[in-house]
T-cell receptor, first 114, second 116 residues
Framework: GEEVAQTPKHLVRGEGQKAKLYCAPI?????VFWYQQVLKNEFKFLIS????????ETGMPKERFSAKCLPNSPCSLEIQATKLEDSAVYFC????????????FGSGTRLTVV | AQSVTQLDSQVPVFEEAPVELRCNYS??????LFWYVQYPNQGLQLLLK??????LVKGINGFEAEFNKSQTSFHLRKPSVHISDTAEYFC??????????????FGKGTLLTVNP
């Protein structure tokens, strides 16, 4: 399809619980990017993939965050032992190249940690 | 590294009035520039982008923006706004040379509120 599908739209987790977010890129797009939008509209780059390989993970918190893109499956972003500060909207974008002009964003997953 | 400053956090206007949302950027290399719109509880939609060529860029929904390299600005304009334009608007920049700063850097957003 021509849209980036993110699921679920909303996710509520108690502090310390695991959260898993999914992103199905547009068919034919080999790059996937994850961004985090926290309060006050600050966007932070988390990680990017080229096919199933990590391309750039410089924004990923090392301890509790992990991500995968496996063949024939949606990409996933997993947060182990969520904290209140993880509450944010997580956006996924896909592209045919790593350049931002090719991005198509998904509608995001709103994670609320209580 | 690059940075983006959106000079106004909120811009209230009346319906059918013109509007300008200001964006300045900082970068030591050439850049691509973008404006995104986020309607309440929705995702990011690309309004327009500047890659090269003409400095006046036209986008969707009647919006346009002008790239000014000397002033490092990329202000967004619309001659006559509608109630439905009420949303958060984000200016963003990425490096055009394909180096390590290929990622998007966003401003903090401008909330445009259109009043009847």
């Amino acid at each position: 399809g021509e849209e980036v599908a993110q699921t679920p739209k909303h996710l509520v987790r108690g502090e310390g619980q695991k959260a898993k977010l999914y992103c199905a890129p547009i068919k034919g797009h080999s790059y996937v990017f994850w961004y985090q939008q926290v309060l006050k509209n600050e966007f932070k780059f988390l990680i990017s993939f080229q096919n199933e390989n990590v391309f750039d993970e410089t924004g990923m918190p090392k301890e509790r965050f992990s991500a995968k893109c496996l063949p024939n499956s949606p990409c996933s972003l997993e947060i182990q032992a969520t904290k209140l500060e993880d509450s944010a909207v997580y956006f996924c974008a896909s592209s045919q190249s790593r350049q931002a002009y090719g991005y198509t964003f998904g509608s995001g997953t709103r994670l609320t940690v209580v | 590294a690059q940075s983006v400053t959106q000079l106004d956090s909120q811009v209230p206007v009346f319906e059918e009035a013109p509007v300008e949302l200001r964006c300045n950027y900082s970068s030591s290399v050439s850049v691509y520039l973008f404006w995104y719109v986020q309607y309440p509880n929705q995702g990011l939609q690309l309004l327009l982008k500047y890659l090269s060529g003409s400095t006046l860029v036209k986008g969707i929904n009647g919006f346009e923006a002008e790239f000014n390299k000397s002033q490092t600005s990329f202000h967004l304009r619309k001659p006559s706004v509608h109630i439905s334009d009420t949303a958060e608007y984000f200016c963003a920049v990425s490096e055009s040379s394909g180096g390590s700063n290929y990622k998007l850097t966003f401003g903090k957003g401008t909330l445009l509120t259109v009043n009847p």
